[in-house]
């Protein structure tokens, strides 16, 4: 751009042509300036509101430099004072483009209508319903393909993939031992704990050897399981698979003529189905074994009357009552943590989503179900 070097400061001035009253533009319209800028159009836009009288043309023949601040600038007081018809006249090539290509737009918003709040109350509650019944539905087909493909793997288990379920059989279940049986041992610790200090005041610190094993065996050991392989694996699934999804391996494995399925989602599954139940054993067993420990210190009640108690207490069909939960809930583990992961989209900002979606409703699924499980076996006496 050209720039006159005895003008410099942003100006505004009038003169009278055959044409009418043209307001001539002089000096630099430029960000450095941008003070001066918005004072001098002002006093343009005070001009243009008068019309015709005040102003008929804008002459920007003689204007110094001209950035897309100084452009705008000028097409706003134009705009501003409705003047959109009055064009700018001698303007230089280079400037028209700018102009053009900074045209200001006044962008009209309108309120949003007024609603009760007890309406959108009861919108928010029905969207609410059909989320969880689109949800659900979502679920209950994604399910349907993880059944499918295990099918599938038994009519030819020649593409089974042994070392990648072995892979998740360590990464599930080996590696989770330490946390799970040091979670549970502590709290078979509190359950016997508080049980020996409030059955204390009624003489019968005896029957928390019954609470603590019956509690334990029959729904803390597999739900204190189920909770923390929810947290452990079921995010590191969703996170695995969101990253596969994010970088577009799975659409690789599709071309490939691979079964996303049966490759990734089948192995870890299985590893859960396999593995929970085990966990569930053994987090019981530590938490038997906390529970003991305090109720040998706290209560004086020693290992082998804890043990002659503990046998008397339960039966098999106890131990049973977990371990039958352990699948399901492994089952609903990998489904639903399997399915948040290939809804990853694109961003960092959808995995961490779907990643806190699949713990969370893992966790509320597992308690679901092991209500619904306690309500089972409570109604067939079991």
């Not at 990464?171 to 031992?177: G, I, L, M």
């Not at 192995?267 to 569930?280: F, Q, S």
């Amino acid at each position: 751009m050209t720039t006159d070097p005895n003008v410099a400061s942003p100006n505004v001035s009038f003169e009278e042509t055959p044409a009418g009253r043209t307001a001539v533009i002089t000096g630099d319209w430029t960000s450095p300036d941008s003070s001066e800028v918005e004072q001098q159009a002002a006093v343009l836009t005070q001009a243009l509101k008068q019309g015709r009288s005040g102003c008929a043309a804008i002459d920007i023949g003689r204007i110094g430099k001209l950035d897309t601040v100084g452009a705008w600038v000028l097409d706003r007081a134009r705009q501003d004072a409705g003047a959109g018809d009055i064009p700018f006249e001698n303007a230089r090539d280079e400037h028209q483009l700018l102009l053009k290509t900074v045209y200001y737009r006044n962008i009209e918003t309108t309120e949003p209508p007024r609603t009760w709040q007890v309406v959108d109350l009861l919108v928010n509650v029905g969207k609410s319903v059909v989320d969880f019944g689109k949800e659900l539905a979502h679920g209950t087909s994604f399910l349907g393909e993880v059944v499918a493909g295990i099918a599938r793997l038994l009519i030819r288990p020649w593409r089974f993939r042994l070392p990648a379920f072995i892979n998740q059989i360590e990464q599930t279940t080996f590696r989770s031992v330490p946390i799970i049986v040091l979670i549970s041992f502590l709290v078979g610790c509190i359950v016997a704990q508080q049980g020996i200090f409030q059955m204390q005041r009624f003489g019968a610190a005896i029957f928390v050897v019954d609470l603590t094993g019956i509690l334990v065996l029959r729904e803390l050991g597999v739900l204190l399981s189920a909770i923390m392989i929810a947290g452990r694996s079921g995010s590191a699934f969703t996170a695995e698979l969101g990253s596969m999804k994010m970088q577009e391996e799975i659409d690789a494995l599709r071309v490939m003529g691979l079964d996303p399925v049966e490759v990734l989602i089948v192995p870890r599954v299985l590893a859960l189905l396999i593995g929970l139940p085990m966990l569930a054993f053994l987090a019981s067993m530590a938490a038997l074994l906390g529970g003991g420990i305090v109720a040998w210190i706290y209560g004086g009640i020693t290992p082998d009357i804890f043990l002659s108690r503990l046998k008397s207490a339960i039966d098999f069909s106890t131990f049973m009552v977990g371990i039958i939960k352990a699948p399901f809930m492994a089952l609903v583990i990998g489904v639903i943590a399997s399915r948040e992961g290939m809804a990853v989209g694109g961003s960092a900002e959808s995995l961490g989503r779907q990643v806190t979606s699949a713990v969370v409703k893992s966790i509320f699924m597992v308690i679901v179900m092991d209500g619904l499980f306690a309500i089972f076996f409570a109604a067939i006496n079991f």
